[in-house]
């Protein structure tokens, strides 16, 4: 792994952007987007030759790193033996890759219709849970994002939603637990977790139960924040669910294949949904692929009754040969388990020594390899770092940190005023105090900023 300096290359690269891609999330005329050589591992290089530690995971995708040579000889192997095929029909790789992952899903999870991704993987789930229950309406929280499809970025709770949002979707949004920036007044985790069950039963009730066909939630949300949801509310809401009727649909396309230290992570929680949506971590992102997995209930619904969906590429044969390689990689290498450890034992106790030292940092929260900064102008009144939803000179302070931090090598995570820790799930102990080295000079400009 050693980068080749090709400046040349890496113009007309960016030349051929700047002309002919139109770049997600984003102003076309004021983003610079820096032109990739190549990756490996928990790495990636610029054709200057300057190399920098991912602490993204790509968008918190590569589970096993970059260019797992099992992986991609999986998909070169599958590419030789059968290209693509159909969906109606029984494929191999389509067959072995539903069956590790069945094998893997909490509860009796055990039937996967497979997307292109975490997006429609939400919209599916959404169908599937009107279909079942007959009923329109679907709740989803604040401070959450489920995709960027018509049905999921309704459904999510953060700005990317509002230039699209009609009000029309039948979504309902409420607020989900939060005790560091608590909308209940509350004090303590318990109490935490006991209002927020109450105002979402609250809500139900005004809204209708009888209308209200799904809850869909982020096991633990991702983009917007990485907050650990307090003991006992993620069971709460499913005994929500199964008093009113309500399919209850986790979504684990960031949280799950080992991101948190299990392979999902409602495994955590010990709680059971009706439908879990994924993908990212599934093949590490190396071809696209998502899927929902259903339970018998909801599986029982189409049994002799034709599902109204599908997409030409479901469950393609390349994604999934990467899928069945990415869990072998996974099982046999031990990534769920090293992204425990090191969880426990080096990046909570080492983002707890950043806290202490730099007035910035106001919460450091999250588990295995999905940890969050959140960054603040004062420890005493919390007041973000940056405001909510911050652009151009208002965002001046995180774009000082993000700056400072890729100067020293390393790609920082960064939403509104947090920071996320996301590396590779099978990053190596050396890699991570590397990597915090840089996050501590980093956080040294932010603090500039505190008063």
């Given amino acids: 792994m050693t980068p080749q300096p090709n400046p040349q290359a890496g113009a007309a690269v960016k030349a051929a952007d700047r002309a002919h891609v139109f770049?997600?999330?984003?102003?076309?005329?004021?983003?610079?987007?820096?032109?990739?050589?190549?990756?490996?591992?928990?790495?990636?290089?610029?054709?200057?030759?300057?190399?920098?530690?991912?602490?993204?995971?790509?968008?918190?995708?590569?589970?096993?790193?970059?260019?797992?040579?099992?992986?991609?000889?999986?998909?070169?192997?599958?590419?030789?033996?059968?290209?693509?095929?159909?969906?109606?029909f029984a494929v191999e790789a389509r067959s072995e890759a539903a069956r590790l992952i069945a094998e893997r899903t909490p509860g009796d999870l055990d039937r996967i219709f497979f997307t292109n991704g975490g997006a429609d993987a939400i919209e599916h789930a959404m169908r599937?849970?009107?279909?079942?229950?007959?009923?329109?309406?679907?709740?989803?929280?604040?401070?959450?994002?489920?995709?960027?499809t018509q049905q999921a970025i309704n459904?999510?709770?953060?700005?990317?939603?509002?230039?699209?949002?009609?009000?029309?979707?039948?979504?309902?949004?409420?607020?989900?637990?939060?005790l560091y920036r608590s909308r209940f007044y509350a004090e303590t985790e318990e109490q935490e977790a006991a209002r927020a069950l109450e105002h979402l039963e609250t809500t139900i009730a005004f809204e209708g139960p009888a209308t209200v066909a799904a809850i869909v939630l982020e096991t633990i949300p991702g983009t917007a924040g990485i907050m650990v949801?307090?003991?006992?509310?993620?069971?709460?809401?499913?005994?929500?669910?199964?008093?009113?009727?309500?399919?209850?649909?986790?979504?684990?396309?960031?949280?799950?294949?080992?991101r948190t230290g299990e392979w999902f992570a409602a495994d955590l929680f010990g709680v059971v949904p009706d439908l879990m949506t994924f993908a990212k971590g599934v093949n590490?992102?190396?071809?696209?692929?998502?899927?929902?997995?259903?339970?018998?209930?909801?599986?029982?619904?189409?049994?002799?009754?034709?599902?109204?969906?599908?997409?030409?590429?479901?469950?393609?044969?390349?994604?999934?040969?990467?899928?069945?390689a990415t869990i072998g990689v996974m099982a046999e290498e031990g990534v769920v388990e090293n992204a425990r450890r090191l969880g426990a034992e080096v990046v909570g106790p080492a983002l707890a020594a950043l806290a202490e030292r730099h007035p910035s940092v106001g919460e450091v929260r999250g588990t295995g390899m999905f940890w969050a900064l959140e960054l603040v102008r004062s420890r005493e009144t919390r007041e973000p770092l940056v405001p909510y939803n911050a652009?151009?000179?208002?965002?001046?302070?995180?774009?000082?940190?993000?700056?400072?931090?890729?100067?020293?090598?390393?790609?920082?995570f960064v939403n509104m005023n947090r920071t996320h820790v996301v590396p590779p799930c099978n990053v190596t102990e050396a890699e991570l105090k590397e990597g915090f080295a840089a996050l501590d000079a980093a956080l040294s400009v932010a603090d500039e900023y505190t008063v």
Avoid at 140 to 145: K, L
Avoid at 229 to 255: H, N, S, T
């Fill in 23 to 88: 770049h997600s999330w984003s102003a076309q005329d004021l983003i610079d987007p820096l032109a990739v050589a190549g990756a490996e591992g928990s790495y990636f290089w610029d054709y200057d030759g300057r190399r920098y530690l991912d602490f993204t995971s790509g968008l918190v995708f590569t589970n096993v790193g970059y260019q797992h040579p099992k992986v991609v000889a999986a998909v070169q192997e599958q590419a030789a033996t059968m290209t693509t095929f159909a969906p109606a």
């Fill in 128 to 148: 599937m849970a009107r279909l079942h229950t007959g009923r329109p309406k679907v709740l989803s929280a604040y401070r959450s994002y489920h995709g960027g």
């Fill in 155 to 178: 459904l999510t709770g953060d700005p990317r939603r509002w230039a699209s949002d009609g009000a029309a979707a039948g979504v309902v949004h409420f607020w989900a637990p939060f």
């Fill in 229 to 258: 949801p307090p003991p006992g509310y993620l069971a709460g809401v499913r005994e929500i669910c199964d008093k009113y009727g309500i399919v209850f649909v986790l979504d684990e396309v960031m949280a799950g294949f080992g």
């Fill in 284 to 324: 590490s992102g190396y071809v696209p692929l998502g899927g929902v997995a259903i339970s018998d209930r909801i599986a029982e619904t189409f049994g002799k009754r034709p599902y109204p969906g599908g997409l030409t590429y479901s469950g393609h044969p390349l994604a999934c040969a990467a899928a069945v």
């Fill in 391 to 412: 652009a151009g000179e208002a965002n001046a302070p995180m774009a000082a940190f993000t700056a400072a931090a890729r100067e020293r090598g390393l790609w920082p």
